[in-house]
């Protein structure tokens, strides 16, 4: 699949955003108001200012961005629509949360309840992003169990690294983050590394004689190219990474994470060092998210040469 940058900025943008903000509703359930209203307002900016900048980002892949609206009606049974109506209704509880939590607006009692709505609807939306590719059965890579865990796990660790680095520039920084953070990091080591073993010894046994239905005539070749010039469908869904430069990327897609381990750790005694664990978690999760989409192979290739998918 073509690797658009603009959905990747979505995906890794508002995953970070979403995940951060599931963290400050817990940060509110556990410990009520924010340590002071520069850090809770900060917070919440970074947040939701990741979220719409990310959902914004999304549209920019429309041929038609104006009629994006449009894709909210469909909720019944698209769950493109689903997740745009789940991240259009978390800003509701979660600039309430916002208010509350930071002190704007003096509400103690309100802290908890909308902290734990905000969370749960953060992480409602990023399961609605992965849900998109894993229910998507023409692209086998992504139609897997592990696609959503993926998303869920990038979302928090990089959203834990964002409010360790917060907590470390304001000076309120607890070695309980840290391990908690480590934790996040290690886990979505773990789960790529799992999705990636899954999707390189999947069977490749989809095949142009299934395509075309011609199998039982015996094998079947192409006479000729569909088109004589490359063309939207080639162009989206035919981009193929090359394998070396694949297993080029995971390796630094992991070394990234664990260095931002590493760094994570070390905050432990230098909290400014969750800063550059912060920036080297966001950047793996943009590789890998690239990785994503340019290691997916849509089973329309089988009609312009691919042998099997």
């Given at each position: 699949m073509?690797?658009?940058?603009?959905?990747?900025?979505?995906?890794?943008?508002?995953?970070?955003g979403?995940?951060?903000?599931?963290?400050l509703?817990?940060?509110g359930?556990?410990?009520?108001?924010?340590?002071?209203?520069a850090?809770?307002?900060?917070?919440?900016?970074?947040?939701?200012g990741?979220?719409?900048?990310?959902?914004?980002?999304?549209?920019?892949?429309?041929?038609?961005?104006?009629?994006?609206w449009?894709a909210?009606?469909?909720?019944?049974?698209?769950?493109?629509?689903?997740?745009?109506?789940?991240?259009?209704?978390?800003?509701?509880p979660?600039?309430?949360?916002?208010?509350?939590?930071?002190?704007?607006?003096?509400a103690p009692?309100?802290?908890?309840?909308l902290?734990?709505?905000?969370?749960?609807?953060?992480?409602?939306?990023v399961?609605?992003?992965?849900k998109?590719?894993?229910?998507?059965?023409?692209?086998?890579?992504?139609?897997?169990?592990?696609?959503?865990?993926?998303?869920l796990?990038?979302a928090?660790?990089?959203?834990?690294?964002?409010l360790?680095?917060?907590?470390?520039?304001?000076?309120?920084?607890?070695?309980?983050l840290?391990?908690?953070?480590?934790?996040?990091l290690?886990?979505?080591?773990?789960?790529?590394?799992?999705?990636?073993?899954?999707?390189d010894?999947?069977?490749?046994?989809?095949?142009?004689e299934?395509?075309?239905?011609?199998?039982s005539?015996?094998?079947?070749?192409?006479?000729?190219?569909?088109h004589t010039?490359?063309?939207y469908?080639?162009?989206?869904?035919?981009?193929?990474?090359?394998?070396?430069?694949?297993a080029?990327?995971?390796?630094?897609?992991?070394?990234?994470?664990?260095v931002?381990?590493?760094f994570?750790l070390?905050?432990?005694?230098l909290?400014?060092?969750?800063?550059?664990?912060a920036?080297?978690?966001?950047?793996?999760?943009?590789?890998e998210?690239?990785?994503f989409?340019?290691?997916?192979?849509?089973?329309?290739?089988?009609f312009?040469g691919?042998?099997?998918?």
């Amino acid at each position: 699949m073509h690797p658009a940058y603009s959905v990747i900025l979505f995906t890794t943008a508002s995953g970070a955003g979403y995940g951060l903000l599931a963290l400050l509703g817990l940060v509110g359930v556990n410990h009520g108001q924010a340590s002071s209203l520069a850090f809770g307002l900060v917070a919440m900016v970074i947040a939701l200012g990741l979220i719409t900048v990310g959902l914004l980002s999304s549209t920019f892949h429309l041929g038609h961005p104006e009629r994006a609206w449009r894709a909210l009606s469909q909720w019944r049974s698209s769950w493109l629509s689903r997740e745009g109506v789940a991240a259009v209704v978390t800003y509701v509880p979660a600039v309430l949360f916002g208010l509350v939590w930071s002190g704007l607006v003096e509400a103690p009692g309100l802290i908890a309840p909308l902290g734990v709505v905000s969370g749960v609807m953060a992480l409602i939306t990023v399961v609605c992003t992965g849900k998109i590719y894993s229910t998507l059965a023409t692209i086998r890579a992504w139609h897997n169990r592990l696609t959503v865990p993926v998303y869920l796990a990038f979302a928090l660790a990089t959203g834990a690294c964002l409010l360790a680095a917060l907590t470390a520039v304001f000076g309120n920084f607890p070695a309980f983050l840290v391990y908690f953070a480590s934790v996040l990091l290690v886990v979505a080591i773990g789960l790529k590394l799992a999705y990636w073993h899954v999707i390189d010894t999947a069977p490749r046994d989809l095949t142009i004689e299934q395509a075309t239905g011609l199998g039982s005539l015996g094998q079947v070749s192409q006479w000729e190219v569909p088109h004589t010039s490359a063309n939207y469908v080639q162009k989206e869904m035919g981009y193929a990474v090359a394998r070396k430069h694949a297993a080029r990327l995971r390796r630094l897609v992991v070394l990234a994470l664990a260095v931002a381990l590493l760094f994570m750790l070390v905050a432990l005694l230098l909290p400014l060092a969750a800063l550059l664990a912060a920036a080297l978690a966001l950047f793996a999760a943009a590789v890998e998210r690239w990785l994503f989409f340019a290691e997916a192979q849509h089973v329309v290739t089988l009609f312009y040469g691919a042998k099997a998918a």
